[in-house]
C-alpha cells in the first residue's frame, strides 16, 4: 500500500508517530515537501526511511500532477495546519477517503469560520476582516466592541495574536502585524471570556469518535501562549453537543480534528478555532499513552478508508489516566546555553517524557507565541497530583539559560 503524506517540517508528530505508524502497518511512505533536505536528515534513522520528494505541497495541482506520475496512491494525507485543503483537494481527485475540502478551508480560514457558523444559526461572534494592505483605519467604523482579539486570518501557534484594548491600539497592532506579513488578511473579534478548553474528536467515512478534552491554561494578556494543558476524559455532555454540533456545521467528519473552544457562564461553549489536524505539540504522543489506543495507525486507517473500532468512544471514555502537557518557554530574546536534552523515566506510577524543541547555540528572538517554547514536559499517571508533582520535581531539577 501506498500513502503519500504531505509535509513542511518534520515534526515530532511525523517522525515518532505517524511514520512508524505507518511502517507497523505494512504501509510504503512518500512525504511530498517543499524542502527535501530537513526531511530525509530527520527521517535517516528510521527503519526503513520513507522515500522523499521535493513538491509545490502548497498547490494542489502540482501534488496531484506529481503523484498521477508515480504510484498509484491508497491515502494521500497531512497533519500540517497549511496543507490540509491541498490534501483534500488530491485524495479526492483520485478517488480516496477525502475531507471535506470545503470543511477544511472554513477550519482554516477564521473569517469563513465566523460567517459559515453565523449563516448556520449556530453562533455569531461579532467580527470583522481586514484585507492584505487594507488600511487598518477602516476599523473605526467596525461594530466589533473592545476588547477585540487581533489575528492572522490563517494563522496558527498564537502567532501574531493579542487582545486589544481601544481603537488607537488596535490600529498600531493591526499595522504592525501588516509589516510583518505583508500579504496577509487580518481577523479582528470579540473577545470570548471562558476558560479554554478543547475537544478531540476522529471519525472514520462513516462515523465520528469524540476521544476527550484538555482543559488549557493561558498566559496572560494580551498574548495568547498556551503554558499547560491538562487532559479531561469527558467534558459535560451539553457542552461536547453544542461542540458537535458546529462541527457538523463546518463539516468535520473524517480523520483528526482539534477544537479549541471556551464555555461561558450561561453555558454556551463557543469555538475559539478548529484545527483540522490532531493536537500537536507532543500532545498528540501524550494523547496516545493517555488512551492506551493505537492513534496514529487508526488516524491512518481512517485515511485509508477503514472502519474505525464501534467502541473507540467508550474505550476512550474509560481510561483512568490523567495527564499534564507543559512547555518550557523562554522569557526573553538570546542564545540558549543550557538546557536538557531528551529524557524518559517512569517514577511513582508516572510516565513523564521532555522533549527538547530547540538546539543548544540557537539565537531566537522573543516571540510572545508558541515559537518561543524550549521544550514540552508530559506526563501520564492515574493521579493528577502525582502527574503534577513528576513535572514539577523535573522543572526544578533542570535548568535552561538563555545568553543575551
Known amino acids: 500500500m501506498r500513502l503519500y503524506l504531505l509535509a513542511l517540517n518534520p515534526t515530532d508528530s511525523v517522525t515518532q508517530g505517524f511514520l512508524p505508524a505507518a511502517a507497523r502497518l505494512g504501509i510504503d511512505v512518500t512525504v511530498l515537501t517543499d524542502h527535501a533536505e530537513p526531511h530525509r536528515r530527520a527521517y535517516a534513522e528510521l527503519a526503513p526511511p520513507p522515500d522523499v520528494v521535493e513538491c509545490d505541497v502548497r498547490d494542489f495541482r502540482e501534488v ?104 488607537v491600539e488596535l490600529e498600531r497592532r493591526c499595522t504592525e502585524i501588516q509589516h510583518r506579513r505583508p500579504g496577509a488578511a487580518l481577523v479582528v473579534e470579540e473577545f470570548l471570556e471562558g476558560r479554554l478548553c478543547t475537544l478531540e474528536t476522529l471519525g472514520d467515512t462513516g462515523r465520528r469518535h469524540v476521544l476527550g478534552g484538555f482543559r488549557t491554561r493561558i498566559s496572560p494578556p494580551p498574548h495568547f501562549i498556551e503554558e499547560m494543558l491538562e487532559f479531561v476524559p469527558a467534558h459535560p455532555q451539553a457542552v461536547v453537543e453544542q461542540i458537535l454540533a458546529q462541527l457538523d456545521a463546518i463539516g468535520v467528519g473524517l480523520g483528526a480534528c482539534h477544537t479549541e473552544f471556551v464555555v461561558q457562564p450561561d453555558g454556551r461553549a463557543r469555538i475559539i478555532e478548529v484545527n483540522y489536524r490532531a493536537i500537536g505539540d507532543q500532545c498528540d504522543l501524550m494523547l496516545a499513552e493517555i488512551l492506551g489506543i493505537p492513534l496514529f495507525e487508526h488516524i491512518l486507517a481512517a485515511h485509508l478508508g477503514r472502519e474505525l473500532p464501534e467502541d473507540l468512544a467508550e474505550q476512550c471514555a474509560a481510561t483512568g489516566k490523567r495527564a499534564r502537557n507543559e512547555p518550557v518557554c523562554a522569557d526573553r530574546p538570546g542564545t540558549l546555553t543550557a538546557a536538557p536534552g531528551p529524557h524518559d523515566e517512569e517514577r511513582d506510577g508516572v510516565r513523564l517524557a521532555y522533549r527538547p524543541l530547540r538546539p543548544l547555540g540557537e539565537h531566537h528572538e522573543h516571540y510572545r507565541t508558541n515559537r518561543d517554547y524550549l521544550g514540552v514536559i508530559w506526563a501520564v499517571g492515574t493521579d493528577q497530583s502525582a502527574v503534577d508533582a513528576a513535572v514539577a520535581r523535573f522543572v526544578a531539577a533542570n535548568r535552561w539559560e538563555i545568553t543575551p
Open 64 to 167: 496531484i500532477g506529481l503523484i498521477s506520475r508515480r504510484d498509484a496512491p491508497d491515502a494521500v494525507f497531512s497533519n500540517s495546519d497549511h496543507l490540509q485543503t491541498q490534501t483534500a483537494l488530491a485524495a479526492g481527485y483520485f478517488g480516496l477517503a477525502a475531507k471535506d475540502w470545503k470543511a477544511t478551508l472554513r477550519a482554516k480560514n477564521k473569517g469563513e469560520l465566523r460567517r459559515h457558523l453565523a449563516a448556520a444559526g449556530l453562533d455569531a461572534v461579532r467580527s470583522f476582516e481586514l484585507g492584505p494592505g487594507q488600511d487598518p483605519a477602516v476599523l473605526r467604523e467596525s461594530a466589533v466592541p473592545f476588547p477585540v482579539v487581533v489575528k492572522p486570518r490563517e494563522g496558527v501557534a498564537s502567532e501574531d495574536v493579542s487582545l486589544v484594548a481601544d481603537a
